[in-house]
């Protein structure tokens, strides 16, 4: 029973289809993306790949390389500018790191981490010149496994230690700005003998952890509970694999460096270069119209486009960074596995009372990662366990660095919680959707641990409404009695529940309505397929009572005046930048009001706006958009741009400074307030197709319903549902990395090892997706992102799926694969090996 | 059922020919696939004799191209570096993906796999030979408009490229056989639901037009 239903307005192009401005580009082939960008006398480079796991560089000869005709210069990592202190625009200082990733290194701490690269004529020769450098190494110690190097006597992974250890922020002195965050340092951690003995025999050790937190008292909890349950759960590491790799060209013209990239923030892209640069923002230009494809492993692109740019000052030509798709497993970025153990207390209705969750994250050598932190908090909201207690290590592995990928560190959670979730039920004679809606988050539901006592909240979520929709569209009352095994076949169905973060606040609007009467939207965010970049500015049109073709979108080149807008990462544009889309609306609305005030008598508050005139209320005097375009420009100050208001960020500013004048610019922040932290769930239904034979299965049909506010485009909507949930599908099918743990070599780099799904692995005809329908109370126009609770849901309703059609004993870890559904059948005990890394 | 074509029958109706020839050149992959410019400073070497004629002529979009091109190298190379058509995309250069796939005399193929050297007289489509001059779009290319198909699009011609190809042999797919059609074809962003619908409404208006 939503107690804060918010009423639906009657919109005229939010939550309608439509066909966005870019179609026409990609369906002939004329959309650019950064390799198709050419630049006069464009020279290739070609980098040289560590073909050790950890490994110091001793001597490096080039000679015989740089003799070669065609080569044009060499970047190595002592020719790289020193980590230095960076100042946010916020006045948050991130000092320097020596322990972060930089494009090159004399220590890789991978097998595949580039050591040095060649500029050359062309791709062959440098090529031909990276296989003539003489390098000495020194091996060092090394583990691809996280569990290995905690073993006692395991090797370290990094000199220093193994385990990444954050002390907590130092409280802020009276009157001054909270410090940036500290550095991360490196401790290390191994195993008690006791603890090794229990790995031994299969059970993930909860040993010292690195972090932790909680909320309540599980103690009491525990007490409580009529049933306890402990189990393990170890989730894959699995490869971003954007289609388009991260490739890079950059030349500089006049002490400006231009970089053509693939990222999921145009904007944001500025200052992450000037920060690896050690150079200014106002010196960087970022050019990224199409981006193909991030799911979080480009947020702000990748630290490697540093190479290009730095080889092309150095041989003062433009220079282009052809990343292969083999480089690109080793630079791409991974989700990180999580190994965790799971004991949670129940009562006889199947109410968590407490939860005591431990993880270990395999976190490649760069971090630490978010994805430990994020499993527990995300856990915490979507089952809402009364008590809570969350720990775990962050552990450094000699494997490739890790970044985020769609709903990071929540889909490990949920996947990690999901069977013990289902195993409960089957042990309390509870239905899985009821076990699942009597712990479901609703309204201001918490989130995380409890600080002085006092937890976050949500700002809304209608889990139990997700539920019942999800269970009537499936049948799962029907279903859920239907018979398991016919002949050679075995059916099961599975539901479960995910969340994650969907939005944050406070980025910057920017149009310009010019005397033609049309609409000049800025935008900086990243076009990377899922149209929320140009999704956003319906609501221009929507405020405005414009008709959707006068609006013209800008994107694209940070040259071209761009605002400062959200990264497209954990879904926050939608939320975010239909606020700050909003906000400038609601700007040009009183300036148009008050421009008309001023010429035809009256208030502003007696003008409306809408079919691209301002007019007075009830009929009367008015002037169309294009005339109050050219008042704006005669009149100047705030009506033109030439005064701006001061809370805009320095990047909307200077746009707004080069815009100025060529109309009625509207500019604005999003300063709505908001309560609570915005969050979206979707509760997933599957069923599975087991063949009892060959062990392989398929998803037969699936329904996913979101809690995700106002759906502002269908289709695009239903594109990321599928899309979103298909990559958690994966997760469950077949998508893992394998290693050669003796060399810490990887044995799976490529599409047909790591095996994401094809067409033919999902289940194009039964797939229906839902929304609850009901807008977020504490957001204009009600919208939350959509881009990360499908995936966990996806995964786990399919593993619940699995258990409920051949019985809980089947796996221990995703993926589940035909040989280990086998080996259960055959055996009566999972089928799997139960914590081994990329096995 | 009686309806539905078995997928893997509605490739025997491509001639055998057309089949091997496609495996033979998938099979004649270079290594050095990924690299290219036969012009650098490397490959300036007289040619002796009994060597394969450099300077070629393939006919790409309607079009006679004269182009100088190495030995080893690929139709997906030639394609985007040495005729500019950069619609064609890279995604894997190893015959995984599908995002090079481009049509040789009606057939699709991965063009990263694909020898140059190979197409000689042979009629080449890209994605950028699809529309017609006036800037018309292909019947295909308007249902994936009309439908919003496709996220990040770098997958998109080569979807398109082979969605036309397989219904030159099966003009009228229900939706498992389109799916089975284009199915050596990978989408990352894995908006596979969106994509087939939006083929197939490309397929209905290919009937109509």
């Known amino acids: ?839 | 059922m009686a309806e539905m074509k078995n997928p893997e029958e509605t490739t025997k109706t491509l001639s055998r020919r057309d089949l091997i020839k496609g495996v033979i050149a998938a099979g004649a992959v270079s290594s050095a696939g990924y690299l290219f410019r036969a012009s650098g400073v490397r490959a300036q070497q007289p040619s002796a004799a009994g060597s394969v004629e450099r300077l070629v002529t393939i006919t790409v979009n309607g079009q006679q191209r004269r182009v100088d091109v190495m030995k080893q190298e690929t139709l997906a190379t030639t394609l985007r570096y040495k005729l500019g058509l950069t619609g064609t995309k890279l995604g894997c250069d190893r015959a995984e993906c599908g995002a090079c796939t481009v049509l040789i005399d009606d057939v699709p193929h991965y063009s990263c796999s694909v020898l140059t050297q190979s197409v000689r007289a042979r009629k080449v489509v890209s994605i950028e030979g699809l529309a017609s001059a006036d800037g018309k779009l292909h019947p295909m290319q308007q249902g994936v408009v009309e439908e919003q198909g496709f996220q990040c699009a770098f997958c998109m011609s080569g979807f398109i490229m082979s969605a036309v190809g397989f219904l030159k042999v099966n003009p009228k797919p229900t939706r498992t056989e389109l799916a089975h059609g284009i199915s050596g074809n990978l989408c990352r962003c894995q908006d596979y639901d969106k994509i087939l619908t939006a083929l197939l409404k490309g397929a209905e208006n290919m009937r109509r037009a």
Not at chain 1, 68 to 80: C, F, Q, R
Not at chain 1, 705 to 713: F, L, M, N, R, W
């Open chain 1, 1 to 839: 029973m939503p107690t804060n239903k918010v009423n639906v307005p009657n919109y005229r192009f939010i939550g309608k289809n439509y066909t966005t401005p870019d179609m026409v580009a990609k369906v002939t082939g004329k959309s650019k993306y950064a390799e198709d960008f050419r630049a006069e006398g464009m020279l290739f480079c070609k980098l040289l790949l560590s073909p050790m796991p950890h490994a110091r560089v001793k001597r490096i000869d080039a000679s015989k390389a740089l003799a070669l005709p065609g080569v044009k210069g060499i970047l190595t990592a002592d020719e790289l500018p020193p980590p230095a202190a960076f100042i946010t625009d916020d006045g948050v200082m991130i000092p320097p790191d020596p322990r972060a990733e930089r494009g090159l290194t004399n220590e890789p701490l991978y097998q595949g981490e580039p050591i040095l690269a060649v500029a050359a004529v062309d791709e062959e020769t440098a090529a031909a010149a990276i296989e003539l450098i003489e390098i000495d190494f020194e091996r060092l110690p090394f583990a691809v496994d996280p569990l290995v190097t905690l073993s006692p006597g395991g090797p370290n992974t990094r000199n220093e230690g193994n385990v990444w250890v954050v002390p907590p922020p130092a409280p802020p002195k009276p009157g001054e700005r909270p410090a940036g965050p500290l550095l991360p340092d490196v401790k290390e951690f191994k195993w008690t003998d006791a603890e090794y003995a229990e790995y031994k025999q299969g059970k993930l050790p909860v040993s010292k952890p690195s972090m932790e937190w909680s909320y309540g008292d599980i103690d009491a909890g525990f007490k409580k509970a009529d049933l306890v349950m402990d189990e393990t759960f170890v989730t894959p590491n699995t490869s971003d694999q954007t289609l388009e790799t991260r490739t890079a060209m950059a030349y500089w013209q006049n002490g400006k460096l231009f970089v053509h990239c693939s990222t999921q923030s145009t904007a944001q892209t500025v200052p992450a270069i000037a920060r690896w640069m050690s150079m200014d923002t106002t010196n960087v230009v970022v050019i990224s119209e199409y981006t193909g494809g991030g799911f979080g492993s480009k947020v702000t692109s990748g630290i490697i486009l540093t190479v290009p740019a730095l080889l092309s000052k150095k041989v003062n030509a433009p220079v282009m960074l052809r990343i292969s798709r083999e480089e690109e497993h080793f630079l791409g970025r991974a989700r990180p596995g999580l190994h965790g153990r799971m004991k949670a207390g129940f009562t006889k209705d199947g109410r968590i009372v407490a939860l005591d969750m431990f993880v270990v994250c395999d976190g490649g050598p760069y971090g630490p990662q978010g994805d430990a932190n994020a499993s527990g908090r995300i856990v915490s909201l979507c089952y809402t366990p009364e008590n809570m207690r969350w720990r775990g290590i962050n552990v450094i592995t000699n494997t490739p660095p890790r970044g985020p990928q769609s709903q990071p560190g929540g889909a490990q959670g949920v996947m990690i919680m999901e069977p013990l979730l289902s195993n409960a039920a089957r042990k309390l004679g509870l239905d899985q959707v009821a076990i699942r809606r009597i712990n479901a988050p609703s309204g201001k539901a918490g989130i995380g641990p409890a600080i002085k006592g006092k937890r976050d909240h949500v700002t809304s979520a209608f889990v139990p409404e997700a539920l019942d929709k999800g269970a009537e569209l499936f049948r799962w009352n029907e279903r859920k009695n239907q018979t398991k095994k016919s002949g050679t076949k075995a059916r099961g169905i599975g539901v479960a529940v995910s969340a994650y973060s969907a939005g944050s606040i406070g980025f910057d609007g920017l149009f310009v309505i010019k005397p033609d009467g049309k609409i000049y939207v800025q935008t900086g965010i990243g076009n990377l397929g899922t149209e929320a970049m140009i999704d956003c500015q319906r609501v221009v049109a929507e405020v405005l009572g414009v008709p959707w073709e006068r609006l013209e979108i800008t994107w694209g080149s940070t040259a071209k005046h761009l605002p400062w807008s959200c990264p497209s990462g954990g879904s926050q544009t939608i939320h975010a930048m239909t606020r700050a889309a909003h906000a400038v609306s609601m700007d040009a609305k009183l300036k148009l009001q008050e421009i008309a005030a001023m010429d035809l008598g009256g208030k502003p508050e007696d003008y409306e706006v809408g079919g691209e005139r301002v007019y007075r209320k009830g009929g009367g005097a008015g002037m169309s958009l294009a005339q109050a375009a050219q008042r704006a420009i005669k009149l100047g100050g705030k009506y033109d741009g030439h005064e701006l208001p001061p809370e805009i960020a320095k990047m909307t500013k200077a746009s707004a400074t080069a815009l100025a004048g060529q109309g009625l610019l509207a500019v604005a922040k999003d300063k709505y307030k908001r309560d609570g932290i915005s969050n979206s769930y979707v509760a997933g239904f599957a069923e599975v197709e087991v063949d009892l034979e060959t062990g392989t299965y398929r998803i037969t049909d699936y329904v996913g319903v979101a809690d995700v506010g106002t759906v502002i485009h269908p289709r695009a909507f239903g594109g990321q549902m599928f899309g979103r949930t298909s990559l958690g599908w994966g997760h469950a099918l077949a998508q893992k990395w394998v290693y050669d743990q003796h060399y810490g070599a990887p044995l799976a780099k490529r599409f047909y090892q790591n095996r994401p799904p094809t067409i033919l692995d999902v289940p194009v005809s039964n797939f229906k997706w839902a929304a609850v329908d009901i807008p977020d109370p504490e957001t204009p126009v009600g919208a939350r992102g959509i881009g990360e609770p499908p995936v966990g849901a996806g995964a786990s309703a399919v593993l619940n799926a699995l258990a409920d059609a051949l019985g809980e004993q089947i796996y221990r870890r995703a993926p589940v694969t035909a040989d280990i559904i086998l080996m259960a059948l055959e055996t009566g005990k999972p089928g799997d090996e139960p914590l081994t890394a990329h096995i």
